[in-house]
């Protein structure tokens, strides 16, 4: 199956601990973005990452990295999470930067305590 | 910098009637992409329709949008509204970000059909 694959589906924690959240695609794509989607849903771009080469949205606080090993694969760090981090974080891929149509993941939801 | 403005927050109608969710945009780039993402309940955002010509009607499962470079608008339509069309809509451009393109999603419309 050709998809984009997330886990977890839900992640529950305290403030101040460290989340990890994996994102994998199987259509073949050199794009993967990273978005939060708020309780209002508002979907804002965190991060995209395409040959290598990383964009970072500068509204992103630090303690949010990604982390890639290939192409396939762009996981999402959050080193101390706060309660504003409670969200939806979707994962999505695409081929080519901008120009196409992305395919999302499910998406992990994060609670924060 | 780019963005994408979708006026209605809430549109509720009964089956039947017609839907137009507004969509607005502003680009620094002269070849706009622009895009129709519906996101069902507890689901994740889809394409539903995408277009980059101008003045050119695009069409899919009932939904029609045409591009109008001279108003910068992208609206999306359907002459008939169902119950399954009941979803969180958003507008997307492909816009400038940070020196790169990537999409720029509107606000979203909540569209809720009933009987």
């Known amino acids: 199956e050709t998809a984009v694959f997330q886990t977890p589906n839900y992640h529950v924690t305290q403030v101040g601990n460290e989340v990890s959240f994996n994102c994998k695609q199987t259509l073949g794509h050199d794009t993967m973005y990273w978005y939060k989607q708020d309780s209002k849903k508002l979907l804002k771009i965190m991060f995209s990452y395409n040959n290598k080469q990383l964009i970072v949205n500068e509204t992103v606080p630090r303690r949010f990295s990604p982390q890639s090993s290939d192409k396939a694969h762009l996981n999402l760090r959050i080193k101390s999470v706060e309660p504003e981090d409670s969200a939806v974080y979707l994962c999505?891929?695409?081929?080519?930067?901008?120009?196409?149509?992305?395919?999302f993941g499910p998406g992990t939801r994060l609670t924060v305590l | 910098g780019d963005s994408v403005t979708q006026t209605e927050g809430l549109v509720t109608l009964t089956e039947g009637l017609p839907v137009m969710l507004n969509c607005t945009y502003q680009?620094?780039?002269?070849?706009?992409?622009l895009f129709w993402y519906v996101q069902h309940l507890n689901e994740s955002p889809r394409l539903l329709l995408k277009s980059f010509t101008d003045n050119k009607r695009t069409e899919h499962q009932g939904f029609h949008a045409t591009l109008h470079k001279s108003s910068s608008s992208f609206h999306l339509q359907k002459s008939s509204a169902q119950l399954s069309d009941s979803a969180l809509y958003y507008c997307a451009l492909s816009g400038d970000y940070q020196g790169g393109r990537a999409l720029i999603f509107g606000t979203g419309t909540t569209v809720s059909v009933s009987p």
């Open positions: 999505a891929s695409s081929s080519g930067t901008g120009l196409y149509e992305q395919y």
């Open positions: 680009t620094i780039y002269s070849n706009p992409f």
